[in-house]
Each structure stands twice: as C-alpha cells, then as structure tokens.
C-alpha cells in the first residue's frame, strides 16, 4: 500500500510539472516568421505610393469564416483561418494598401497593414485568424486593396479556414472577388 500511494505520489507530481512547463510556454505568433519578425512589416515600404505609375488597382472582398454552425442546434465550431495573398507575376510586383479585417455585423476589427507593402513577384504573404479568435464570427471578411505599375497583373487571393469536431478536421477554401465597378 505504501508503494502504491509513493506511485501515486509521482505521478501527479510529474503532471504538475509537465502542466507547469506546458503552460510557460509561449505559443509562437502564427503571423510571424522564424525570426520572430512580422512577415508583412518587413515588407514595408517607406512614404506613399504614386497612383500616377499605377496601371492596377483593385480591391477585393474575401469571405472568412471564423465560425460555422455544424448542427441543427445550430452549435458551432471555431475555425482557424489563413488569408492568403499571391503575386502571380514573374516580372511586377504588387503593392498592397489595405488588409482590414471585418466582423459578421460589418464593423471592422482590425487592420493589419500601416504602411504599403511590396509583394516581390511570386511572392505570398498569408495572415493567419486563430482558431480561438472569435471577433469575426461566421461572416466575416478581408478587404484588401492593391495596386501594381502593369495591368496585366492577376492576384490570386484567398482565404483557407480549417477546424474540428469531435474526431471529424474538416477544411475549405473562399476566393477573393473584386468590388471594383
């Protein structure tokens, strides 16, 4: 009996400290690369742009869904949600002004750029919403303006949400549309 409640005495102080140790771990910051650094601000770029060199401009509305109803008690399940954004072209780059974040009522959460950006050719930026991150909710949304100095530009630009519930992972992908009259 003795050996059994010594058993018992170690295990849970090996869950304590495994608890401990797990929960002064920081979660990394999804939106931030390997250096810790912000991946869209260092793509920055100083002063404003000259819409005069601009042949493109555009802005476009991506659906998210930070939420879905999965049942017909209408429960619902959080999603975590990637925006992706793709420069296309081998040659120009694209210079994004705008990626503001808006709610299911149509209030903007956030915006996640200050300044403009220079996306490279071929090059992607992605924005990740956190699966815990409930101030979308399941119409949610990105506008996202941009400009290029050629007109033969084509963004690909779209959001990836995936999720669980119970032992189901589900995934789905929105495309970005232009609003553009």
């Known amino acids: 009996m003795k ?16 608890l401990v140790v797990m929960s002064s771990c920081d979660r990394p910051d999804p939106n931030k690369n390997t250096q810790g650094q912000d991946e869209l601000k260092s793509l920055e770029i100083e002063g ?13 509305y991506v659906p998210i869904y930070s939420d879905i109803y999965i049942d017909f008690q209408n429960q619902s399940s959080l999603l975590a949600a990637t925006l992706s954004i793709r420069n296309t072209s081998f040659t120009d780059s694209l210079f994004l002004t705008k990626i503001d974040y808006y709610n299911t009522t149509g209030l903007k959460v956030r915006s996640y750029i200050d300044k403009a950006i220079s996306l490279p050719p071929m090059g992607t930026v992605n924005y990740v919403i ?30 990836i949400m995936i999720g669980e519930n119970g ?15």
Do not use: C, H, W
């Not at 909710?137 to 690909?156: D, H």
């Open 3 to 18: 050996r059994l409640t010594m058993d018992i005495k170690g295990i849970y102080t090996s869950l304590l400290v495994m």
């Open 48 to 60: 404003k742009i000259d819409q005069k060199e601009m042949a493109f401009y555009d802005m476009i």
């Open 130 to 159: 956190e699966k815990d991150d409930d101030t979308g909710g399941p119409g949610a949304n990105f506008i996202v303006e941009l400009n290029a100095k050629s007109k033969n530009v084509k963004p690909l630009i779209q959001a």
């Open 167 to 181: 032992n189901k992972g589900f995934s789905f992908a929105t495309d970005g549309y232009s609003i553009m009259d």
